[in-house]
């Protein structure tokens, strides 16, 4: 699970480079790479639900060999795209194409290793187990994009990264197949549940390992009005860090006047110290300082909308990673507390049905919001981060009179 999430978002942070390299408008660069999370939000409870119906080692090779194989197709479509054997058009219809094979079947991944490892933990420690398996991705996010400038390569140049990370994959691969024992035959229950799809924008916030430890229950709604103000106050928070995230690279390149080559360095800097403000948030700050729910949305918007603000004056490197990670420590304020407010808003046995609500909000964040970001960014460069702001304000004012005190 980490090397999936570190392949993502190394992919996230060349992508706009290559599209610049290629001639391909950013719209179109944006959309093709957000087709998979779709199809991700689609599938990953498909999958959990065949988790423990089928064998869990061969689910977990299932996602791995979906990772293995859209990676290195990708990245030899980009590639043949980047020497000019294939034009533009066609190269991003084939990523995006491809893209789809790790959205349908890397989305199996997740539930099948938390499947498994329900099944082999005893109960006293099967939420720790979880916990760290989630965090796995979390962590993902800050390796991917801090070693992907080390694998642009001569040869293959902004195509590296997806190569190397599918030479790691299928390292991985194999030992899981000679390694992890399988467990087709007289399997222990023990559920696994869908994940959100593994970027910047979709650290832990513990959804998944409720899910998984859970019983089942009815399967609540979120028209439900006990939890429906809180799965609003995830999916406009979720909408305002996707955009930003699906332009922060095109941004970057833009604002510091960066060649494509060369840029995807700069681009991992400031995701990289996105996603470890976004950590520490979570497993910091918030531990730290005892929040509530609700105060947890209120100032994880405002200092989110601050950061956003404060991107739009910065003229250097320094400026946008200073700022993107002051928007990011605000997004992992608002993560875990609309998370936490839906939890305590419901009884224990609805506990697995809310914890399957959340991750599907954090994932509905996907479908839309990054086209409709970049589109905006078309228009103007500093329209997606002042949007964004004035939405998160409007969230934070919202949240005073709305959510319930918890």
């Known amino acids: ?210 899910a998984a430890t859970s019983p089942r229950g009815k399967r609540l709604s979120w028209k439900d009005l006990r939890v429906r103000s809180w799965i609003v106050a995830g999916v406009a928070a979720g909408h305002a860090q996707a955009a930003t995230l699906t332009c922060i690279g095109f941004f970057v390149i833009d604002r510091l006047h960066l060649e494509p080559h060369g840029s995807e360095a700069s681009i991992a800097i400031v995701m990289m110290a996105g996603a470890s403000a976004t950590l520490a948030a979570q497993w910091g700050l918030i531990p730290r300082l005892n929040l509530k729910p609700k105060a947890l949305i209120f100032w994880g918007s405002i200092v989110a909308a601050v950061g956003l603000a404060e991107a739009i004056v910065a003229r250097d490197l320094y400026g946008i990673t200073l700022s993107f990670a002051l928007a990011s420590l605000g997004f992992g304020f608002t993560r875990p507390g609309f998370t936490g407010g839906a939890s305590l808003a419901v009884p224990m046995a609805a506990q697995g049905g809310v914890a399957g609500l959340i991750t599907a909000a954090n994932g509905i964040s996907w479908v839309a919001a990054p086209a409709l970001g970049m589109a905006v960014y078309l228009v103007n460069p500093n329209l997606p981060f002042a949007v964004s702001s004035l939405l998160l304000l409007a969230l934070a004012f919202w949240s005073r009179r709305a959510l319930p005190s918890l």
């Open 1 to 210: 699970m980490l090397v999936a999430a570190s392949g993502n978002t190394a992919l996230q942070s060349v992508m706009p480079a290559i599209g610049r390299e290629i001639g391909i408008s950013d719209f179109w660069v944006a959309l093709a790479y957000t087709w998979s999370a779709v199809l991700w939000v689609v599938c990953a409870p498909y999958w959990a639900e065949k988790s423990d119906h089928h064998g869990r080692k061969a689910l977990t090779l299932l996602g791995l060999t979906g990772f293995i194989v859209s990676t290195v197709l990708c990245g030899t479509v980009l590639h043949l795209g980047l020497i000019g054997a294939i034009g533009g058009g066609v190269t991003f219809l084939l990523f995006g194409c491809f893209r789809a094979i790790y959205g349908t079947f890397g989305s199996a991944t997740p539930s099948a290793t938390q499947a498994y490892l329900a099944a082999k933990t005893r109960r006293s420690g099967r939420v720790a187990a979880l916990s760290a398996l989630s965090s796995s991705f979390g962590l993902g996010t800050i390796i991917g994009p801090a070693i992907a400038p080390l694998f642009v390569l001569p040869v293959i140049g902004l195509a590296g990264p997806m190569f190397a990370f599918a030479l790691i994959a299928l390292a991985v691969f194999v030992a899981v197949l000679l390694w992890l024992p399988n467990d087709r035959y007289g399997r222990r229950i023990g559920r696994g549940a869908a994940m959100s799809y593994p970027s910047g924008a979709s650290t832990p916030t513990g959804a998944s390992v409720v």
